[in-house]
């Protein structure tokens, strides 16, 4: 008897750590796979962000946010919330367990949108405002739901990769990865913010469409250009939208404790 307990509780902590492993969302040659962003990555994310995004993003490198405390302050503590949403993808070093990218993304509902928040976000910081005000001009003259024909889509908020793992196609692999992601929880739609060439560039490749652009050059504030170290070749800002085939909403939406419902992996071919 004392032995089946013992098997018995083995079995239930096998099962328990089961469920609260990170699903896999696929793989790629060079050794990274895509997971879950779990709530123990967070901190590591955080970090991440401080050191290979806000000093490199095009918006926020022209206004140094980086070198802002209060800016950069305010931008990890949206980063969090975003995270929270349990909707974002980790890129990790297979075998060391080190996380070498994340995309940060979080649904977005239009009843919920239009019952609780304001497409202009309350934010203090100045820097980090202006960056905010860009991106709301930005997706400002674009309706989602009504062009796209959805009540609810995945916005990506962050796209982001250490230094030395880029170049590699692994950032066209994440967003490959967040569309299965988006398939097994029935979002039909994947869009947000690319503000480079290149970003624009893989978006286009897996089969975003431009719904909005605004040029570096023409976003002024007080006759002088906002964003003035955008880069070689980095021309806008654009908003971008991938309607998924094949995906469709369920009929009746009913309401969920988690934004990620009860999603499973689909299995890698």
Request: charged share 30%; aromatic share 10%.
């Amino acid at each position: 008897m004392a032995l089946s307990a013992e098997a018995e509780v083995a079995k239930m902590k096998e099962l328990e750590a089961r469920i609260k492993a990170p699903s896999i969302w696929g793989r790629v040659l060079c050794g990274i796979r895509f997971e879950d962003l779990q709530d123990r990555r967070y901190d590591d994310a955080v970090r991440m962000l401080k050191k290979h995004y806000l000093p490199e993003e095009i918006t926020y490198r022209s206004l140094k946010i980086a070198e802002d405390k209060e800016g950069t302050e305010e931008f990890v503590h949206n980063a969090r919330i975003w995270m929270k949403d349990k909707m974002s993808i980790a890129a990790v070093k297979e075998g060391e367990d080190q996380l070498v990218g994340v995309l940060i993304m979080r649904i977005q509902e239009k009843n919920a949108f239009s019952r609780t928040f304001s497409r202009v976000k309350i934010t203090h910081n100045p820097l980090y405002t202006s960056v905010m005000k860009f991106y709301n001009e930005v997706e400002k003259p674009v309706d989602v739901y009504e062009k796209l024909g959805v009540r609810k889509y995945i916005k990506v908020y962050v796209i982001a990769l250490k230094k030395r793992y880029r170049h590699r196609g692994i950032a066209k692999d994440m967003l490959k990865a967040a569309i299965l992601l988006a398939k097994s929880a029935f979002v039909p739609v994947i869009a947000g913010i690319f503000t480079t060439a290149r970003s624009q560039q893989i978006a286009e490749e897996i089969g975003f469409e431009k719904l909005n652009e605004i040029y570096y050059i023409r976003y002024l504030k007080d006759g002088e250009v906002v964003f003035s170290d955008a880069g070689l070749g980095n021309y806008g800002a654009a908003m971008m939208a991938y309607r998924i085939p094949g995906v469709e909403e369920p009929e009746e939406l009913r309401a969920n404790t988690s934004s990620r419902f009860n999603v499973q992996p689909l299995e890698e071919s």
